[in-house]
């Protein structure tokens, strides 16, 4: 298997789990779509292929001092009081809990490259592709996979284990990835090799 890292982002409490704060936007599209259930078996897969498996987590101090005020998605943050690093919402949701092993990446802007300790991870183990996924699909995962790109990684985008606040927003960010890397179902994606067969 090619070295693989697959990230697993931002899908914490206060994103994707029923009852919390988004459970009335993005949380309705992550039931709809499965995309709990998805990324749980796509996990299990990946670690039974050997692959490294990381969270990305946005987050930030009680005071959100790594905030910026003039950002129209953190603001947000700030004025609801999520995203509190250390709280139940920042905790990944316990379908899809991390392992002991498993790489931890705070990051406090959209990208899971800008500031965070994701490079260091990916060169230490010579990594050389990365499989993600997450919510929501027009932020982290769109973000991530053009920084991928164009740090000379290998790009593959799980489709079925992301979701956006609507259809459309989802459907939006899937066709501009496409230019970045492989778009593919998470139950065709072999692993082992990296190549798309067709699901059982």
């Not at 749980?40 to 039974?48: E, T, V």
């Not at 959100?64 to 690093?85: D, M, T, V």
């Not at 002991?100 to 965070?116: A, C, E, G, L």
Request: proline share 4%.
């Amino acid at each position: 298997m090619k070295p693989t890292l697959f990230l697993v982002m931002d899908m914490m409490n206060d994103l994707v789990a029923e009852d919390g704060f988004n459970a009335k936007t993005y949380g309705v599209q992550v039931k709809e779509r499965g995309v709990l259930e998805n990324t749980r078996a796509a996990i299990a897969a990946a670690r039974a292929a050997g692959a490294l498996v990381g969270y990305v987590r946005v987050g930030f101090s009680s005071d959100y001092r790594e905030a910026p005020e003039a950002s129209p998605i953190f603001s947000g943050a700030r004025k609801n009081g999520i995203f509190q690093l250390g709280t139940w919402g920042t905790q990944v949701h316990d379908s899809i809990a991390p392992e002991p092993q498993d790489f931890d990446i705070v990051k406090h802007r959209v990208s899971p490259f800008y500031s965070t300790s994701l490079e260091a991870i990916l060169r230490a183990h010579k990594i050389s592709r990365i499989v993600m996924c997450g919510v929501s699909t027009n932020g982290v995962v769109h973000s991530g996979a053009r920084e991928a790109h164009d740090r000379d990684y290998e790009v593959v985008v799980l489709e079925d284990c992301c979701a956006g606040v609507t259809p459309d927003e989802h459907n939006h960010a899937v066709a501009c990835m496409g230019r970045f890397g492989q778009i593919v179902e998470s139950r065709a994606f072999r692993w082992d090799e990296g190549d798309t067969t067709s699901p059982a």
